[in-house]
Nanobody, 115 residues
Framework: QVQLVESGGGLVQAGGSLRLSCAAS????????CCWYRQAPGKQRDLVAD???????YYADSVKGRFTVSRDNAKNTVYLQMNSLKVEDSAVYYC?????????WGQGTQVTVSS
């Protein structure tokens, strides 16, 4: 069983920054495919960014140039650095990893951006 522990959410003013962390259990994290999703009230859960085991990244158009996904395999942790935050970035953010063809989700962390 893989466990994910997210942290780093909170309340920030528009234009501010937050860094989310997602720590995964297990010793094969370096092979995992990692993603960050977000879900605003009444909306579907959308992919925000991902990073492969090789370090290739993808970003949704809405966050490109503002968010950066990274990973530290030594710490079994994936990060999402969020800069120039906008009110519309407010949502619950979830990390997901795919290991051995199975998906595992974090518990979610709330990000609220005030105007």
């Amino acid at each position: 069983q893989v466990q994910l522990v997210e942290s780093g959410g909170g309340l920030v003013q528009a234009g501010g920054s937050l860094r989310l962390s997602c720590a995964a259990s297990g010793s094969i994290f370096s092979s995992d495919y990692c993603c960050w999703y977000r879900q605003a009230p009444g909306k579907q859960r959308d992919l925000v960014a991902d990073i492969t085991s090789g370090g290739s990244t993808y970003y949704a158009d809405s966050v490109k140039g503002r968010f950066t996904v990274s990973r530290d395999n030594a710490k079994n942790t994936v990060y999402l650095q969020m800069n120039s935050l906008k009110v519309e970035d407010s949502a619950v953010y979830y990390c997901k990893i795919t290991r051995a063809f199975r998906d595992y989700w974090g518990q979610g962390t709330q990000v609220t951006v005030s105007s």
